[in-house]
Each structure stands twice: as structure tokens, then as C-alpha cells.
């Protein structure tokens, strides 16, 4: 598939400079990006919080979900109470199907930042079905949470079974009575997750969850700073590629930059900077 050239958001390029020039101050920063997106952008993110919705070719997904089946024993426990499971795995295999799947939504993402993308972070993560006591006291990604990145980071969810609603672990945001999603932000510290325990309950009482349902191939991108969470599969397990990504200046030398993504975060923040300046 050809990757689509778009213009540069020069404003979004240039605020993200001035705040690595100044230190990590989140705050200062994280306003400016509200103020960098183009209307366009600013109204999806106001009305909805979900910027597209598509699904890939089957023959991709076919392949990855027989590249997790035949290498099954590369699934790691990813958090200490077991419901959840991070696939691992350096092979040249396994990532040219994820640089053949991120080729497919690259176009998507070019096209809402009006720049250039740079692939942040890519997770293959599995939730296995749960038990009544998860359901009644949910923990982690089951909670309704914020991740409380800076405003320019976004995420890919791609789901690698059907997903048909909350039995299944479909992703749920909430939204208010006139269909937008609840945004909550931690004004202390922006880079905090905020989970289910930093908000008042009674406060969920006036929103709705809503579900995003899909089959296999499915994928959404979305602003992963409104309440969401994954729904505690009860039916079976869910397997997804969550995708994280910010703007950039440059058409990227390979699909995805894995030297890029081995390293730390500061590290990957100089690097980034080094290379766009």
C-alpha cells in the first residue's frame, strides 16, 4: 500500500520543540498542543474522541494470528495478578507482519495530524477471560481510567478476534448526554494514569459506556486521554495491537523504527528531538 505525503503541521513541530527546549513541563505543554491541532482535528476530538474506524485485510490478520499461534509460548505475563499477557518477541517474522499491518494505518494517521508520524510504542497484549471476582473489583485496564499522556501522543486498538460487545472485552469509552466523550486530566502531574480511584463514583452516575465493536481486523484510532477501559472478558480471551504514536517531521527511512522503540522514554525524547531538529 503507498503511504499518502501530506503537509507539515509546522505549529504542532514547533510547540513539541520549545517544550523539550524547556525541560519536561508537561503542563505548559500539553495546553499547547490543544491550541497546535487543526480545527479539524479539534472537532473530532470535541464531538467524539474517536478519530477513524476501519479494518484490515483478512490475509493480514490471518497471518498474525497464525504467527501467535505457532510461536504461543512468547506470551509473557504482563501485570502480577495474571489477567493479562504481552506477547514478546525480537523475530524478523513477527515484526514484518507488524510493519506490513502498520503500513495498512499509517495513511489514517498522517492525515490527522496533517505531519508525518513517528511510532512510539507497539504492545500485542492479551486478556484472558475473568473470573467474578475480577468482574466485581476490576483492576488495571478494567478500570475506567485516563492514561494521561501529553495531547499529541494517540493510540491504534486493532482487535485480533471478534468483538462483539462486553463479554467479549470490547474497549469502552464514556460519554455525557449529549455524546461526547468525559475527559479527566490529572492537572498535577499530566504523565500520571488516573484510574478508577482518583474520581469521585457518583460522578459516573450522568455517563454512559459506550462499546466499540468489531470483527477481527477491526481498528479504531483514539484519543487515549477520555475514560476508557477494557471490559473484563468473560466469554473468551481478547487479543489486540495497541499502537501508540506521535507527529513528526520526516517520512520515516523504515515502517517501523524497532531501535527506536527499544529504548527508554527520555531516550527516545532526545533521539526524536535530534532527528526532527
Known amino acids: 500500500m503507498m503511504i499518502v505525503e501530506v503537509p507539515i503541521n509546522m505549529q504542532i513541530f514547533q510547540t513539541i520543540k520549545s517544550f523539550f527546549n524547556r525541560g519536561f513541563d508537561y503542563s505548559a505543554y500539553y495546553q499547547e498542543c490543544v491550541q497546535a491541532y487543526n480545527p479539524s482535528l479539534s472537532k473530532q476530538r470535541?464531538?467524539?474522541?474517536?478519530?477513524h474506524r476501519g479494518i484490515l485485510p483478512n490475509h493480514l490478520v490471518d497471518e498474525m494470528q497464525?504467527?501467535?499461534?505457532?510461536?504461543?509460548?512468547?506470551?509473557?505475563?504482563?501485570?502480577?495478578?495474571?489477567?493479562?499477557?504481552i506477547y514478546v518477541s525480537n523475530s524478523e517474522g513477527y515484526r514484518k507482519i507488524l510493519d506490513k499491518i502498520w503500513t495498512?494505518?499509517?495513511?489514517?494517521?498522517?492525515?490527522?495530524?496533517?505531519?508525518y508520524s513517528k511510532l512510539q510504542e507497539v504492545k500485542v497484549l492479551?486478556?484472558?477471560?475473568?473470573?467474578?471476582?475480577?468482574i466485581d473489583n476490576p483492576e488495571g485496564a478494567f478500570v475506567w481510567h485516563s492514561d494521561g499522556h501529553p495531547d499529541e501522543l494517540i493510540n491504534i486498538l486493532v482487535y485480533l478476534n471478534n468483538v462483539s460487545g462486553p463479554n467479549d472485552g470490547?474497549?469502552?469509552?464514556?460519554?455525557?448526554?449529549?455524546?461526547?466523550?468525559?475527559?479527566?486530566?490529572?492537572?498535577k502531574n499530566l504523565m500520571k494514569r488516573l484510574g478508577n480511584t482518583t474520581f469521585n463514583q457518583a460522578d459516573f452516575t450522568n455517563y454512559?459506556?459506550?462499546?466499540?465493536?468489531?470483527?477481527?481486523?477491526s481498528f479504531f484510532i483514539f484519543d487515549n486521554n477520555f475514560l476508557h477501559r477494557a471490559a473484563p472478558p468473560v466469554?473468551?480471551?481478547?487479543?489486540?495491537?495497541?499502537?501508540?504514536?506521535r507527529p513528526s517531521r520526516?517520512?520515516?527511512?523504515?515502517?517501523?523504527?524497532?531501535?527506536?522503540?527499544?529504548?527508554?522514554?527520555a531516550d527516545q525524547m532526545k533521539d526524536w528531538y535530534k532527528n526532527e531538529g
Request: charged share 25%; hydrophobic share 35%; proline share 2%.
Open 46 to 51: 470535541e464531538l467524539k474522541g474517536i478519530f
Open 66 to 85: 497464525s504467527y501467535l499461534t505457532a510461536h504461543d509460548s512468547n506470551w509473557n505475563e504482563f501485570v502480577k495478578n495474571g489477567y493479562s499477557s
Open 104 to 115: 495498512e494505518i499509517i495513511p489514517y494517521v498522517n492525515s490527522i495530524y496533517q505531519s
Open 126 to 134: 492479551r486478556h484472558h477471560t475473568q473470573t467474578k471476582k475480577m
Open 170 to 187: 470490547c474497549f469502552q469509552y464514556l460519554i455525557d448526554d449529549t455524546g461526547r466523550p468525559v475527559y479527566v486530566r490529572n492537572k
Open 208 to 217: 454512559v459506556a459506550a462499546d466499540f465493536v468489531g470483527e477481527s481486523g
Open 235 to 245: 466469554a473468551k480471551k481478547r487479543d489486540v495491537i495497541l499502537f501508540q504514536v
Open 250 to 265: 520526516k517520512s520515516q527511512d523504515s515502517i517501523i523504527d524497532w531501535k527506536y522503540l527499544e529504548m527508554k522514554f
